[in-house]
Nanobody, 119 residues
Framework: QLQASGGGLVQPGGSLRLSCKAS???????????LGWYRQAPGKQRELVAT???????NYTDSVKGRFTISRDNSRKMVYLQMNSLTPDDTAVYYC????????????WGQGTQVTVSS
């Protein structure tokens, strides 16, 4: 249902832009609700790093504030994550999903996209 892309190998200080597209199984009504980008680093729990509400209000976890920007295009059922000034601590698999809902209301996660920051 969710297809994240845009990851890769980047050097510290570099940038990447992630994209996530919803399948037709996710209606536009649900896509217009709060969305988030999550990440899961090896050996760690999945964490929410950025949230965007239907009115485009955004929130970020402290570790990415000022470096990451989340945006959305509801007409195309896409959500994006612009990541700048990347550090090795940003290495993780990145996923998009609903935000501000209970775990039981999340969509299937999909494969995510791997981001590796290394010199």
């Amino acid at each position: 249902q969710l297809q994240a892309s845009g990851g890769g190998l980047v050097q510290p200080g570099g940038s990447l832009r992630l994209s996530c597209k919803a399948s037709r199984a996710i209606t536009s009504v649900f896509w217009a609700r709060p969305l988030g980008w999550y990440r899961q680093a090896p050996g760690k729990q999945r964490e929410l790093v950025a949230t965007i509400r239907s009115g485009a209000d955004t929130n970020y976890t402290d570790s990415v504030k000022g470096r990451f920007t989340i945006s959305r295009d509801n007409s195309r059922k896409m959500v994006y994550l612009q990541m700048n000034s990347l550090t090795p601590d940003d290495t993780a698999v990145y996923y998009c999903n609903r935000a501000l809902v209970s775990a039981s209301d999340l969509w299937d996660w999909g494969q995510g996209t791997q981001v590796t920051v290394s010199s």
